[in-house]
């Protein structure tokens, strides 16, 4: 069966590729860049910029292909306010416009697609699941909110769409917002929590990303949401003492009043000087858990990653490539 990867030179398609090829699949990837992978030597690569729909159209689905949507603009590099609405929406909301529109034309109904977990904002109901209510608190977490209402859309005339919200995903290759927490931590620079510390804080793994995916496919391609996050999340202060602990750093961890912060950080994002998207701070101290048994009842899917482990195989990553060495990718699981 031929697999379809759109946006899969990124960070999840890098992983999900070879998992597909390992299991005897033929797999395209169509991106708007081609790195040095070594799947390359089994893979198709298409050059599809998904913003545009005759780019999209070129890649030939076909009616029996198997379609990932892994194309996206993410929170990293911090936009301005008045920037962000046309940062995300052409690939994240168009793009999936495009591409689901592309199935439909060949007659493809099968779509593993990834949004995230900022559609549901503030945290209202703990543990969160799928059924979360839902309220964006910026363009990025709205754009991907409008592609879950076109997948809603488009179920009803047949395609069968697996939706996943991912927590903030992390594993080789991509550092984001956590390079400013290393360099404070190299530096032996005091690191402000935003509140006390004592709320968890989930990630999730690239691995695991790319497994559930695999997943979805093997279950049928459902037509469900899934959260995507870790087990077990530990509070703020233990993930980050640990992370201080093995750099041997000096680093103090320092709370704050999370409203204080909050405030601050709304008036630098209002004077378009932002250090964080209000996407990020304006949750940092909520119970912001997602419950993720719906992925292991459905689709057999279980996290195999721990919070620590891959914070500190992020920062072993970063302090290889300041020193100009290589870090082989952590693929320690979780016990």
Not at 65 to 73: F, H, P, Q, T
Not at 106 to 124: E, N, Q, R, S
Request: charge should be neutral; proline fraction near 7%.
């Amino acid at each position: 069966m031929r697999h379809i990867i759109f946006g899969g030179d990124g960070f999840v398609g890098r992983h999900l590729a070879p998992k597909l090829l390992a299991d005897g699949h033929e797999v395209v990837v169509a991106d708007i860049v081609k790195s040095d992978l070594p799947h390359y030597r089994h893979a198709q690569y298409v050059r599809c910029d998904v913003t545009d729909p005759a780019s999209v159209a070129g890649v030939g689905i076909k009616a029996d292909d198997m379609v990932y949507n892994l194309s996206a603009k993410m929170l990293s590099p911090i936009q301005v306010r008045a920037k962000r609405h046309d940062f995300f929406f052409p690939v994240n909301y168009h793009g999936t416009v495009h591409i689901i529109e592309a199935m439909a034309k060949a007659g493809a109904p099968k779509l593993v697609h990834f949004t995230t977990d900022m559609i549901y904002g503030h945290t209202v109901t703990y543990p969160m699941t799928e059924e979360h209510p839902v309220a964006p608190l910026g363009e990025y977490g709205l754009s991907k909110w409008k592609t879950e209402e076109l997948a809603a859309d488009w179920r009803k005339r047949g395609m069968n769409i697996s939706l996943f919200r991912p927590r903030l995903i992390i594993g080789p290759g991509r550092l984001g917002i956590l390079e400013k927490l290393f360099k404070l931590i190299d530096m032996n620079l005091p690191v402000p929590m935003i509140g006390s510390g004592k709320n968890p804080y989930q990630f999730i793994s690239v691995f695991d990303c790319a497994e559930a995916a695999r997943c979805a496919f093997k279950a049928g391609v459902p037509n469900e949401a899934y959260n995507l996050g870790s087990l077990n999340p530990p509070p703020v202060r233990k993930l980050l003492g640990d992370l201080v602990k093995h750099a041997g750093s000096k680093s103090l961890l320092i709370p704050t009043p999370g409203w204080a912060v909050k405030r601050t950080l709304d008036l630098l994002d209002w004077m378009n000087m932002p250090i964080m998207d209000p996407e990020q701070y304006l949750i940092a101290d909520e119970e912001c858990v997602l419950d993720v048994s719906k992925g292991k009842r459905q689709l057999g899917w279980v996290p195999q990653y721990r919070d620590e482990d891959m914070l500190i195989a992020a920062y072993t990553e970063y302090r290889a490539k300041k020193e100009g060495r290589v870090a082989s990718p952590s693929h320690v699981p979780a016990e």
